[in-house]
């Protein structure tokens, strides 16, 4: 069910990510990354090393949306999944204020890792100081909606009924049991 869930919003959030550049223009150079987002949920909901593929298939579609050298937001999103998958080896997180603040941290990071490495490939940075300014606003402005984010799904989830899960002894006894 989480794997669903997280198709579901990586669907949503590339729809949004491409359409926020028609509806607002691109006049500044702030960019809203969506995607990052889609690792950091991956990284607080998904259990053992799936997530390294959920980090590695949203950041090859991040590279795809940003039209820029493939690979790079890709490759810093698999080297922040791995080293809080690693960091939190046999730990699970259960509070929603510390998943809000890995998630905050996990994207802060990838945002700001494969938006500086993108401006160092692809111009040199002229005025340094407003590239640092820009790029900063758009590593927090993706760490706020990962933080809001995982505190939705976190607040959603309290709201389902818990699912049953069945051993594998249970499996055919219970259908013939009624």
Known sequence: MVHLGLAIVTYVFAVVQTLIPIAFGDHSGIVLQLMPVVVALAIVSVEGWPV?????MAGLIGDCLSSQPLGIEMTAAILAAFSIRWSLANRRI???VARSLVAATATFAIV?????????????PIGIRE??????????????IAAFTVLCCVSINRFLPPVRRHTAAEGNWMR???
């Open 52 to 56: 390294i593929a959920w980090a590695a």
């Open 94 to 96: 259960t509070s929603a």
């Open 112 to 124: 700001a890792i494969s938006n500086g490495t993108r401006v160092i490939l692809a111009r040199p």
């Open 131 to 144: 590239v640092i300014i820009d790029l900063t606003f758009s590593a927090v402005l993706s760490a706020a």
């Open 176 to 178: 013939l049991r009624g």
